[in-house]
């Protein structure tokens, strides 16, 4: 059975920083995209960020490119989000998922960590 589970979400004072993490079981990340989304209150879930695990490349959302980095830690089958200068808009309910590659939706999801930033 596949799992994500995500760590690391907290309370934050604006201007600070956090870096979650994205561990999974029952399946190894290469050959997939590993991605972050968020959603606050009241809002749809949006994209964040995502890496693919083939070559390394990453992508951003604008509203949080300069700011936030996803990496990975291949040994630990984990991926991280490190989020800098953050701003109380950044409040919401972080998410990684994963998909294959070539496919477009993502089939597997994390349960969600809270983060809280406040001015």
């Known amino acids: 059975q596949v799992q994500l589970v995500e760590s690391g979400g907290g309370l934050v004072q604006a201007g600070g920083s956090l870096t979650l993490s994205c561990a999974a079981s029952?399946?190894?990340?290469?050959?997939?995209?590993v991605g972050w989304f968020r959603q606050a209150p009241g809002k749809e879930r949006e994209f964040v960020a995502v890496?693919?695990?083939?070559?390394?490349?990453?992508y951003y959302a604008d509203s949080v490119k300069g700011r936030f980095f996803i990496s990975r830690d291949n040994a630990k089958n984990t991926v991280y989000l490190q989020m800098n200068k953050m701003k109380p808009e950044d409040t919401a309910v972080y998410y990684c998922?994963?998909?294959?590659?070539?496919?477009?939706?993502?089939?597997?999801w994390g349960q969600g960590t809270q983060v809280t930033v406040y001015s």
């Open positions: 998922a994963a998909r294959h590659t070539e496919k477009i939706v993502y089939d597997y």
């Open positions: 029952g399946l190894t990340f290469s050959g997939y995209a």
């Open positions: 890496l693919i695990w083939s070559g390394g490349n990453t």
